[in-house]
């Protein structure tokens, strides 16, 4: 599709329970990018794939957030344990790169996820 | 630390009245500005990519350029409908994005 997909549009989750995020970057584009985008705009970098492979991890925090994109199904990202802190927007970037050698990233509508 | 601040934090302009927003940076080694509109409720649609200071950039009423330690978004008589949070991100030589906390943008007609 031309339009990167996100499910579902709102999540709400008891602390402590499982949340699992979906994302269907656009067709052709071999780079998925997670954010999380919490109060005033800011956005935090979680993981980047190229592909099924994980190109840069360094923004995960790793004891509760997990991801994958395997071939043929939605990107996925999953929150084991949530906390009241994960409540924020969590979006999904596509991209290609370029000729000039960027990621110009095209974003989901988000998934708002709502711990309580 | 690489990172972007970006100001005004919030801007109210006229219809028709022209103004810029900044976007600071500080980076190991720039690949690459970009700048995206958000409209509430919605992702970052993609606007601009700059990669040398003196390079620019126009798309309607809006012109993005870059220095070497700032970028300017230039809105020329602003519409209602230019009504947005405008974000600014950067590349690092590490392939790492940053995103600024961005400027919302109120035009009133």
């Known amino acids: 599709g031309e339009e990167v997909a996100q499910t579902p549009k709102h999540l709400v989750r008891g602390e402590g329970q499982k949340a699992k995020l979906y994302c269907a970057p656009i067709k052709g584009h071999s780079y998925v990018f997670w954010y999380q985008q919490v109060l005033k705009n800011e956005f935090k970098f979680l993981i980047s794939?190229?592909?099924?492979?994980?190109?840069?991890e360094t923004g995960m925090p790793k004891e509760r957030f997990s991801a994958k994109c395997l071939p043929n199904s939605p990107c996925s990202l999953e929150i084991q344990a949530t906390k009241l802190e994960d409540s924020a927007v969590y979006f999904c970037a596509s991209s290609q790169l370029t000729p000039g050698g960027d990621y110009e990233q095209y974003f989901g509508p988000g998934t708002r996820l709502t711990v309580t | 630390e690489d990172q972007v601040t970006q100001s005004p934090e919030a801007l109210r302009l006229q219809e028709g009245e022209s103004s810029s927003l900044n976007c600071s940076y500080t980076?190991?080694?720039?690949?690459?500005l970009f700048w995206y509109r958000q409209d509430p409720g919605k992702g970052p649609e993609f606007l601009f990519t700059?990669?040398?200071a003196g390079e620019e950039k126009e798309k309607e009423r809006l012109k993005a350029t870059l220095t070497k330690k700032e970028s300017f978004l230039h809105i020329t008589a602003p519409k209602p409908e230019d009504s947005a949070t405008y974000l600014c991100a950067v590349r690092n030589n590490f392939n790492k994005f940053y995103f600024g906390s961005g400027t919302k943008l109120n035009v009133k007609p």
């Open positions: 794939f190229q592909n099924e492979n994980v190109f840069d």
């Open positions: 980076v190991s080694g720039l690949r690459g």
């Open positions: 700059l990669y040398s």
